[in-house]
T-cell receptor
Framework: NAGVTQTPKFRILKIGQSMTLQCAQD?????MYWYRQDPGMGLKLIYY???????DKGEVPNGYNVSRSTTEDFPLRLELAAPSQTSVYFC???????????FGEGSRLTVL | DAKTTQPNSMESNEEEPVHLPCNHS???????IHWYRQLPSQGPEYVIH???SNVNNRMASLAIAEDRKSSTLILHRATLRDAAVYYC?????????FGAGTQVVVTP
């Protein structure tokens, strides 16, 4: 089992470009989350999903979009990249709403 | 959403126990208390979680106050590899938000 797979691991974007960060899980978990972590700071919730077809905003959703068409995948879309979106992005999944979360290795994004 | 409050940092000598406090006075009856840690340049990893009773696993122990408004993560014998940021979070329905965490420094 791969667990939680994030791609790409590293990416440099120019201002105004668009891209999608991929998150895939093979644990059949209903709950999936996207976080961003700026240097020296804690994790901030961007979007989350409690099941296929259901998504909701977290603390910092502006500038991002998500979709959850399958249980396995939860892509995060940046439409018009800005320098403020330079960060490390983590995807996480969980089964029952009380159990442990599993995190991906992160995707480091730089917007220049 | 229920929030947690943790000290910014704590220091410990190697091989000594570390007690990490967390306050969560607005916890709801269905929220589970989770602890995660994040080593430098890595994603968070699960440490332990519980609802009402104290919990033990190979990594740590979790002591939960009777009124559930606070909890303490106990690392029994700190090693240099335990140096990390430790996050106390509440998991219920939906949102799962991290606070600033506690930076644990372990001195040889």
């Amino acid at each position: 089992n791969a667990g939680v797979t994030q791609t790409p691991k590293f990416r440099i974007l120019k201002i105004g470009q668009s891209m999608t960060l991929q998150c895939a899980q093979d644990m059949n978990h209903n709950y999936m989350y996207w976080y961003r972590q700026d240097p020296g700071m804690g994790l901030k919730l961007i979007y989350y999903s409690v099941g296929a077809g259901i998504t909701d905003k977290g603390e910092v959703p502006n500038g991002y979009n998500v979709s959850r068409s399958t249980t396995e995948d939860f892509p995060l879309r940046l439409e018009l990249a800005a320098p403020s979106q330079t960060s490390v992005y983590f995807c996480a999944t969980g089964g029952a709403n009380t159990g442990e979360l599993f995190f991906g290795e992160g995707s480091r994004l730089t917007v220049l | 959403d229920a929030k947690t409050t943790q000290p910014n940092s704590m220091e410990s000598n190697e091989e000594e126990p570390v007690h990490l406090p967390c306050n969560h006075s607005t916890i709801s009856g269905t929220d589970y208390i989770h602890w995660y840690r994040q080593l430098p340049s890595q994603g968070p990893e699960y440490v332990i979680h519980g609802l009402t009773s104290n919990v033990n696993n190979r990594m740590a122990s979790l002591a939960i106050a009777e009124d559930r408004k606070s909890s303490t993560l106990i690392l029994h014998r700190a090693t240099l590899r335990d140096a990390a940021v430790y996050y106390c979070i509440l998991r219920g329905w939906g949102k799962l938000q991290f606070g600033a965490g506690t930076q644990v420094v372990v001195t040889p």
